[in-house]
């Protein structure tokens, strides 16, 4: 899966980015809006993490994706 099927389906992918970052408010994910750069930033700021590891968090969690998809 790559990133441009989660940024147009962002509504039905809200759910599953809150129960793995369950800091982010609804208010951020209107923000964020599918939109990655802005996810990785509200990681960092949120989370207190570097953008390094917001990438790989978010790397990570679109996989999780692809191994459900094929299962």
Do not use: C, H, P
């Not at 809200?14 to 609804?26: E, H, I, N, S, Y």
């Not at 207190?48 to 590891?53: T, V």
């Not at 917001?54 to 299962?71: L, P």
């Amino acid at each position: 899966m790559n990133w441009d099927r989660i940024e147009g389906n962002w509504r039905q992918f809200t759910g599953r980015v809150k129960q793995r970052w369950g800091k982010l408010t609804d208010d951020d994910l209107d923000r964020i809006n599918g939109r990655r750069e802005e996810l990785e930033g509200s990681l960092q700021e949120t989370y207190g993490i570097a953008k390094d590891q917001a990438k790989k968090e978010i790397d990570e969690f679109i996989k999780r994706f692809d191994k459900e998809a094929t299962a």
